[in-house]
Nanobody, 123 residues
């Protein structure tokens, strides 16, 4: 079991950038696929991005592809989400998630969750 703590959320103007961090502890970080989900008020939770536990391959939802970059640092046991060209519709609580397989590209079976961090993009 791994514990996840997100940080880096905040308020940013449309067109701006923000980088989220997720620090993992209590598990072997390199065995986990990592993902970022987001949930806006009254909306379903969306699988935004994932990264492989194996070779660093990445997945992006169409809504963020080309603007967001997921990465991981296996020395620091941290996963990042770099968000560029932010839009008001990116406003959501962003959650870090982990699972012990290499299906990073699928929203299924992510079963370790952080507490979430709020990202608000003003128009």
């Amino acid at each position: 079991q791994v514990q996840l703590v997100e940080s880096g959320g905040g308020l940013v103007q449309a067109g701006g950038s923000l980088t989220l961090s997720c620090a993992a502890s209590g598990g072997t970080f390199t065995t986990y696929s990592m993902g970022w989900f987001r949930q806006a008020p009254g909306k379903e939770r969306e699988f935004a991005a994932g990264i492989s536990c194996n070779d660093g391959s990445t997945y992006y939802a169409g809504s963020v592809k080309g603007r967001f970059t997921i990465s991981r640092d296996n020395v620091k046991n941290t996963v990042y989400l770099q968000m560029n060209s932010l839009k008001p519709e990116d406003t959501a609580v962003y959650y870090c998630a982990a699972k012990r397989d290499d299906s990073y590209y699928s929203r299924a079976h992510y079963n370790n969750w952080g507490q979430g961090t709020q990202v608000t993009v003003s128009s």
